[in-house]
């Protein structure tokens, strides 16, 4: 008999008993009281964990990407300009979107393991007159590499450069594992999903918008009907929702939500960020390279890691897969093959980190990779987990 399969990618993330509980409960009507009730808690909820009690967060029965269409359809006319700070795959998606919107995009592609700084953001802003620019397009957590991009330092410089420009960030991987301050930081659009910090299945998207980006959501030719800002704001204002939502998984959300926010969103940052030290120091004391070598860059959420000469990734996933019931990631597009990505983000906890470093170690022994004794990566993991005593 085989124990469940464990995630340690970066999405989907393990879901915690108690939200199993929540999603097996029977059906609701949407239309019900009962349901009406748990919009009550959820829509403010939601608020609270992007910082953005000021502002708007849309829920969505859709996907991360969905989300970040939405919020490029709903705020911007064919043939505008924007500045799309690209990173990874998923940071190139709003290019990708943009494209399809008929926008005229403006490429700032970073290698692979990079992110972006405050600095040349400002000198890259600098070629664009004021006004030019109606949208920049960040990405907080890269998760097709593992980098974390300074996201309120980003935002400053482009509120300084470009006052009226739209701030776009997909946090989709980032909300619930870094800080993220919506309001404070002055952003305007920033998306995520449900299926990565927030421990729950796929399903779910969430748009915070600010009042900013609302006025812009007006004034836009072709905002788009299922997620039309504007229809979906005034149902939320009722604690309704447009459509007919995922009843389920909304139900499963509202206990996730409180689940979070019982820990308290500075103890889960600490979480991840211990997580992240414990795989980062265990990935070097094994010999192996880190893909982000910058600790400045590292993500909180996942940490890609190049396999060491001579073994594949595909050996060290099946490895573990089969004989642990662990699931890693592979790279994606380019990365492919090149990195593996060990995901730490929503209901992880150091049980669950060590056993995968010490999982991994047997594997890599197996694959011929003998260069530290078995335990060095546990041992150098241990070591940060007894260092990082702040986690309450
Ligand atoms: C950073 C980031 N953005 C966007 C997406 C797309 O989200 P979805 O697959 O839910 O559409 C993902 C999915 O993994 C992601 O990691």
């Not at 269409?69 to 990708?96: K, M, Q, Y």
């Not at 927030?198 to 905002?223: E, I, K």
């Not at 980062?280 to 909180?300: M, N, Y």
Request: hydrophobic residues 45%.
């Amino acid at each position: 008999m085989n124990p469940e399969l464990f995630l340690m990618i970066p999405g989907p993330t393990p879901v915690p008993q108690a939200v199993l509980s929540a999603l097996a409960l029977p059906p609701i009507g949407h239309r019900s009281t009962d349901f009406k009730a748990t919009l009550k808690k959820v829509y403010p909820a939601l608020k609270k964990i992007f910082g953005a009690e000021n502002s708007e967060v849309l829920l969505y029965t859709a996907s991360g990407t969905a989300a970040m269409e939405a919020a490029l359809a709903n705020t911007l006319n064919p043939e505008e300009e924007i500045l799309v700070l690209s990173c990874g795959v998923f940071s190139h998606r709003w290019a990708d979107i943009a494209n399809t919107l008929g926008i005229k995009v403006h490429l700032w592609q970073v290698d692979a393991g990079l992110g972006h700084t405050p600095e040349a953001l400002a000198e890259k802003l600098a070629a664009y007159t004021p006004g030019q620019l109606k949208a920049v397009c960040l990405i907080h957590n890269e998760t097709s590499t593992g980098v974390m991009n300074p996201i309120e330092a980003l935002a400053k410089v482009v509120r300084a450069q470009q006052p009226e420009t739209l701030i776009m960030v997909d946090t989709v991987t980032g909300l619930g594992a870094a800080e993220f301050e919506f309001d404070a930081w002055d952003i305007d659009l920033a998306v995520s999903g449900s299926q990565k910090g927030f421990m729950l299945p796929p399903g779910l998207a969430f748009l915070a918008v600010s009042a900013r980006a609302m006025t812009r959501h007006h004034q836009v030719c072709r905002p788009g009907f299922y997620f039309q800002f504007a229809k979906q704001l005034k149902s939320q204002h009722e604690f309704s929702t447009p459509y007919t939502p995922a009843v389920s998984l909304i139900r499963g959300l509202e206990v996730a939500l409180a689940m979070l926010l019982e820990e308290g969103l500075p103890n889960t940052f600490k979480r991840h960020q211990r997580h992240q030290k414990m795989v980062r120091a265990a990935a070097t004391a094994l010999g192996l390279k880190l893909l982000v070598e910058e600790d400045s860059f590292a993500s909180a959420s996942v940490t890609s890691v190049l396999p060491p000469e001579g073994v594949s990734v595909d050996a060290i996933r099946a490895g573990l897969r089969e004989q642990f019931n662990i699931v890693i990631a592979n790279g994606q597009k380019e990365l492919l093959g090149k990195i593996f990505r060990i995901g730490h983000l929503g209901a992880i906890f150091p049980r669950d980190v060590l056993m995968t470093l010490s999982a991994l170690e047997v594997v890599l022994h197996q694959a011929g990779y003998k260069q530290t004794p078995l335990g060095t990566a546990v041992k150098a993991a241990q070591q940060v987990y007894l260092e990082t005593h702040d986690y309450e």
